[in-house]
């Protein structure tokens, strides 16, 4: 089965840690670019951090820049998220989501997107 | 970075009627507009790429239309398993950004 299942999530202090990891199974993980995108509380979905199929090249919104490390390991079929420094704008539900680049057009999407682990920041 | 503003917040609509959700961008995305449809507790789902292309098994009634900074996503003949939240999201530039989202309730 094509799916995307995250875990990880938990209740933590803030200026805590988290790591968060996401299982990809049912497609070839090491041909695409991953992203976290998160949903805070009653907001809509918000951009995280991105890492490219090799795992050469990451990205992160400016929000979490310095506090949070995407990784993957390709022969585990798993991405990661490191997380320092929590905030309690840090909280919401996190996404883990595979892009598509379609070659011909250059258009891409996210095609498949798992559940979301929670984040609760709270002291 | 781009902001997508989606209007209205909330649309009350009964099955079997069709309904227009719109979305702004603040500066052009040409066509480079994708919408996502997401129930409580459950993954998000692609709806429509490239402004007005349907992702794969997603029936036609729906429709997207528009380019540059003005986008609809039409539903036509509502059925149960569409009242849920629907978010346009840009990939013009980065970071891609999101709208806050428009959600379909039934009336």
């Known amino acids: 089965e094509v799916q995307l299942v995250e875990s990880g999530g938990g209740l933590v202090q803030p200026g805590g840690s988290l790591r968060l990891s996401c299982s990809a199974s049912?497609?070839?993980?090491?041909?695409?670019?991953m992203y976290w995108i998160r949903q805070a509380p009653g907001k809509g979905l918000e951009y995280v951090s991105a890492i490219h199929s090799d795992g050469r090249d990451t990205f992160y919104a400016d929000s979490v820049n310095g506090r949070f490390t995407i990784s993957r390991d390709n022969s585990q079929n798993t991405l990661y998220l490191e997380m320092k420094s929590l905030r309690t704008e840090d909280m919401g539900v996190y996404h883990c989501?595979?892009?598509?680049?379609?070659?011909?057009?250059?258009?891409?999407?996210?095609?498949?997107w798992g559940r979301g682990t929670l984040v609760a920041v709270s002291s | 970075e781009i902001v997508m503003t989606q209007s209205p917040a909330t649309l009350s609509v009964s099955p079997g009627e069709r309904t227009t959700l719109s979305c702004r961008a603040s500066?052009?995305?040409?066509?480079?507009l994708a919408w996502y449809r997401h129930k409580p507790g459950q993954a998000p789902r692609l709806v429509i790429y490239a402004a007005s292309t349907r992702a794969s098994d997603i029936p036609a009634r729906f429709s997207g239309s528009g380019s540059g900074t003005e986008f609809t996503l039409t539903i036509n003949s509502l059925q149960s398993e569409d009242f849920a939240v629907y978010y346009c999201q840009q990939y013009e530039k980065w970071p891609c950004t999101f709208g806050q989202g428009t959600k379909l309730e039934m009336k």
């Open positions: 500066q052009s995305v040409s066509r480079n």
């Open positions: 989501v595979k892009r598509r680049t379609l070659v011909t057009s250059g258009d891409w999407y996210f095609d498949l």
């Open positions: 049912g497609f070839t993980f090491s041909s695409y670019t």
